[in-house]
């Protein structure tokens, strides 16, 4: 590049080389593609040319180390003559292009000199007329200063004519009481009026009497909401009786059903308008009461004081006029704190209940007089939403509900009879039904009813607890007898009650329960639905609902059932503790229907398809303790009787023969035992095998108690075998079975051990007894030795009695006896 540079340096225009240079460079990659490589280069020329300028170094560090730099001077002497005539041979090619862009070139140079005139010759034209439109512009902006200088004029003089007109309205105004109208027009002449001629002296007099007339309208309007407050207490009363019965009509609060339906019946009847009908003399049918009758005008069921509103009995025209009027005045925060404040104060006034409150017609004044006060305050805030706010009424209501649930919280417990505690239940839910279309929040209320819900029942649960005793009193504790269909199916609707085949049965039909069963069953059924009325409207889910009847059931069973053990603990008979027994198998079983008719009566008297679990269920057991005292009794007063029968019996221990047959005692004991277990045929099977089992056990251990007994210490042979038929007696009649279901061999079993040591000392098979009283399989594996000691002595004792002096028989048999009674004593010194 640095030698062809002097060959072109005669051009003259720098402007043309810089481009002729561009497409040299344009076209110099076709050219480089025809080098060819050259024959003669080293490795470290190509090392040099192949990498990046980071190499250099170490390229030149491996030439000066190999002492090779003349060798590579001279190549690379070689190389750069090489490139130059590459250079030179791409100039050469290029140059041709050079010299038609710099042509090119001078040819558009005379065209732009040509453009450049003609530009001046344009600027010369637009400066003229640009100069003669400045011109006309300051000639219109001088006119239309002068026109609005005009307009302005006449604009001042017309304003100043209305502010006299106004200013006399307002006097006018004030005059006819209309202050609203009045400071409206007051602030216009003050807002627009005056600051338009504010310069004028008249109207800075008159903007002076502007204050004293604001004042005045103040005061005036105080003044007209003092005398609203005034009225709204003296109607509120009115308003909420208003109100409460729109929501017992709504609700259909203490209608029944039946009630409801014939109240809409006859106002369906009394909707239908008679009409006329006949037939005019071309066949078609016209209505005579249009040609003149018109329907009576229908009379309505309510009179003139139930169809009023809050808005008829009050006019609350002054209550928005005052807050137009400080809304105007610019002082709206200042009415709005004195409305709430005296708002505050009057509620106050109004939940505070009177001294003495003894009658249900006090509470409900009260309570309306409270339901009036909310709606005035609801009516207000739906039509002054600023005024009255919704923290605002919220904050009453929570002091005003805190009232009422304080003082009937404590005053609620004084009603001591059921239906009075119903009726205020019914008053207290209906004031809370009243403020809840009202959008107040009633959850303490409802709190409030469900804690009494519990003082209700208890009260309730008293009176059936009183009745419960005085039925458990005056039963008569036999099995019910009918006698005829219709007092048959009577019972069977009052109590749920199945026997198979009984309806085959002649009459006389028995029942195995006395009435006190069908009383207390009915008696159950109406507490509960006494319970559910307190229950009612109170937010209660069925489940919950169902849940806590089940509770308060529960709690009656088990006071009953407490009544139950204290009345069988007093002395009672054994024909009433049989039946007492069997009434309470059948209140048992009758709890199982309690569940379904809790859940009927709770859904209406339908049945839900889908039954759902509960949290509290129905005792079927609560009966248990009270039947088990009730058994024990049993036992017990059976064997008070068994000891009178034993205690009677009076045996002639030195009886020198039997009489062949058993003794009266014995007898007498037997038939008042079959006796009894014939009454048990009502008793659950299972109870009456264990009573006669026991029984006859106790029987058996009285018998043997008296054998061993210490009161005599002689036995005869005669005695002992009267005792054997006595003993007899009784087992016959325990292998009879006296009880229906009672297995004939378990029944003796009983006296097996009496039978045993009878055998051993009747037989006096005492040599048998010793040799097989070391062994685990014996004969008389019952009979204890001691038991069998004692009667050996007594029998010895009457050998010594009735022996003589020179009997060697009688010697020989006491040796005898007095050598087995040493070795009764030595085996039971052993054991």
Known sequence: VGRMSPAHSSHSDTTSSITATKETTANSDSASTSYQPLPEMTPEIYELEATDSGSIGLVLRAIYESGDVTKFSRGLEHRIHQYDKNIQRVCSHHYQGFIDSMKQLMQLREKCEAIKEEAKEIDSTIQTASSEMAAKTTEIVKYRKQMRNAMVAIDHISVCLPVLDNYSKLLELMGQSKYYQALKVLEELEHTHFKLIEQYRFTQDLSKSMDPLREEIKEKAYSEFKDFLENIKKVACRIGVHACKCTAEMHSFGVSEADRVRKLQEEARKNVVSVKVAISADGALINQDSAGNKPAKRVSDFDDSEQLSAQDLIDFTPIHRCSQIFNVLGKKDEFEAYYRKQREQQCDIVCKAPPKMTTLKQYVDWLNEIVGFFVVEDHIHLTEPSLVTAQHTENLWKNASTAVFDLLNSHFGVFSDVEMMIRMKKVVLLFALTMKSYGYDITRLYQLLKHFTDQYTELLMREYEAQFVRDLESDNYTPISVDDEEEFRTIVRQFPFYKRSIEKEDYPRKFPFSRFVIGVYVQVKNYLVNCLKFMENLQMSHSDIEDSMRKFANVLLVRWSEHLKQYIHENRTLIQLVQMTVNMGYMEKSCESLGPFITRI??????????????????????????????????????????????????????????????????????????????????????????????????????????????????????????????????????????????????????????????????????????????????????????????????????????????????????????????????????
């Open 602 to 831: 709770v859904n209406g008297g339908e049945n839900p398809a889908h039954a759902t679990g509960h949290l509290v269920a129905l005792s079927d057991k609560v009966f248990r303790d009270a039947r088990t005292e009730a058994e024990q009794q049993i036992e017990e007063s059976l064997r008070k009787k068994v000891d009178l029968f034993l205690d009677n019996i009076a045996y002639d221990w030195e009886l020198p023969s039997s009489a062949g047959h058993a003794s009266d005692y014995i007898l007498d004991l037997i038939s008042f035992l079959r006796t009894t277990f014939t009454s048990f045929t009502n008793l659950p099977n299972t109870l009456a095998k264990h009573v006669c089992i026991q029984i006859c056990k106790y029987v058996a251990d009285s018998l043997l108690m008296i054998l061993t007994s210490p009161d005599f210490r002689i036995v005869s042979r005669g005695a002992l075998e009267q005792f054997n038929l006595d003993v007899m007696q009784a087992e016959m009649f325990t292998a009879q079975a006296p009880v229906t279901g009672l297995d004939p061999q378990t029944l003796p079993v009983t006296f097996a051990t009496l039978r045993q040591l009878l055998d051993l000392v009747v037989e006096d098979d005492w040599t048998t007894f010793c040799a097989e009283a070391r062994n685990d399989k014996k004969r008389y594996d019952r009979v204890k030795i001691n038991d069998a000691i004692v009667i050996l002595e007594k029998k010895i004792e009457w050998e010594k009695k009735t022996s003589g002096l020179f009997s060697m028989k009688g010697s020989d048999r006491k040796k005898l006896l007095e050598s087995v009674h040493r070795q009764l004593r030595i085996i039971a010194a052993e054991k």
